[in-house]
């Protein structure tokens, strides 16, 4: 059985930083893209950031890009989310997700699974 646990989340004040990790287990994700996505109460899931299947590759949504860093270990089949100079519209619950292929896409429906999520919180 496939899965992604999210973890790192919680309470941070405006501009401070959290690191977030997933982890996944089943099979091994070395081969395809890794994202991460947010949604906020109300909102549509939004991507935020995405890296390639050897890390050499990220991509960022604008309103993260220069604060957060995506990174991976294939050996361990995590993906990580440092992020820093936090804000209070940050506030979310973030998701882990894994590509279909080896292809960095932006779009929820071109990612095959799926953590349950981890909240994060920016207080002003």
């Known amino acids: 059985q496939v899965q992604l646990v999210e973890s790192g989340g919680g309470l941070v004040q405006a501009g401070g930083s959290l690191r977030l990790s997933c982890a996944a287990s089943?099979?091994?994700?070395?081969?395809?893209?890794m994202g991460w996505f947010r949604q906020a109460p109300g909102k549509e899931r939004e991507f935020v950031a995405a890296?390639?299947?050897?890390?050499?590759?990220?991509d960022y949504a604008d309103t993260v890009k220069g604060r957060f860093t995506i990174s991976r270990d294939n050996a361990k089949n995590t993906v990580n989310l440092q992020m820093n100079s936090l804000k209070p519209e940050d506030t979310a619950v973030y998701y882990c997700?894994?590509?279909?292929?080896?292809?960095?896409?932006?779009?929820?429906?071109?990612?095959?699974?799926w953590g349950q999520g981890t909240q994060v919180t920016v207080s002003s």
């Open positions: 890296i390639s299947w050897s890390g050499s590759i990220t």
């Open positions: 089943g099979r091994t994700f070395s081969r395809n893209a």
């Open positions: 997700a894994a590509g279909w292929n080896a292809a960095i896409v932006r779009r929820p429906h071109e990612y095959r699974y």
